[in-house]
């Protein structure tokens, strides 16, 4: 009969490398416990590399620096997927995804209707912060991050600079999805975002 680690070594390596694991991705293979203690064998042979806690993967390799890890970013997509809550990058975060920032933050704040934690992914950290279903209601990619980045910065702190780069790239985001986002933000931010959108008609 085949062990459990044996089986859950099977099904990580029909997966491709890079894919974020959950013990929960094993539930058919074992019980709680036994899972657990296969994946830490597994880590311990360096089959996986735990990325945090309860979140394992096999590393993508790399000719040049050998194993790479996912990035916080991957990983907080990856918990949002398993978790099946909706999350909106926020701060920092938000202004660094558009390009406002070159600073890479070291805490990545995501808006979420999942529960409120802390995640620590190497030296960063990803906070899940709890907030209320109209701070989610954005369905544009660009123009949830682009209330979220703008509400960062502040009201009439935006450069012109700022605002070129927020229009730009606005203009690419979906038109029925960018009139839906327009009517959720404050109203300095309808404007620049009326903006793109007066562009686009234009």
Request: glycine fraction near 6%; charge should be positive.
């Given at each position: ?19 974020l ?13 036994s ?18 806690h309860?979140i ?24 949002s ?27 990545i ?13 190497g ?18 990619q660009?123009?949830?991050l682009?209330?979220q ?7 009439g ?30 109203v300095?931010?309808?404007k ?11």
């Amino acid at each position: 009969m085949q062990s459990v680690e044996f089986k859950i070594e099977l099904a990580i390596k029909s997966k491709p490398r890079g894919f974020l694991l959950f013990p929960e991705d094993f539930s058919d293979k074992g019980s709680a416990e036994s899972i657990r203690k296969a994946l830490q064998s597994l880590k311990e042979k360096k089959v996986i590399r735990q990325v945090a806690h309860g979140i394992y993967v096999r590393p993508k390799i790399s000719e040049l620096i050998g194993e790479l890890m996912p990035t916080a970013e991957e990983v907080a997509i990856g918990i949002s997927k398993r978790d099946r809550i909706r999350t909106v990058p926020t701060g920092a975060y938000a202004l660094n995804a558009l390009g406002l920032s070159t600073q890479v933050p070291m805490k990545i704040v995501l808006l979420t209707d999942g529960s409120s934690r802390i995640v620590k992914v190497g030296k960063r950290s990803i906070k899940f912060k709890k907030t209320t279903p109209k701070n989610l209601l954005a369905k544009g990619q660009i123009s949830r991050l682009v209330i979220q980045a703008l509400k960062e910065i502040g009201n009439g702190k935006v450069t012109k600079e700022e605002e070129k780069k927020i229009i730009e790239q606005l203009m690419q985001e979906n038109q029925k999805a960018l009139k839906h986002d327009i009517d959720l933000a404050p109203v300095w931010i309808q404007k620049i975002m009326k903006k793109a959108l007066q562009n686009v008609e234009s």
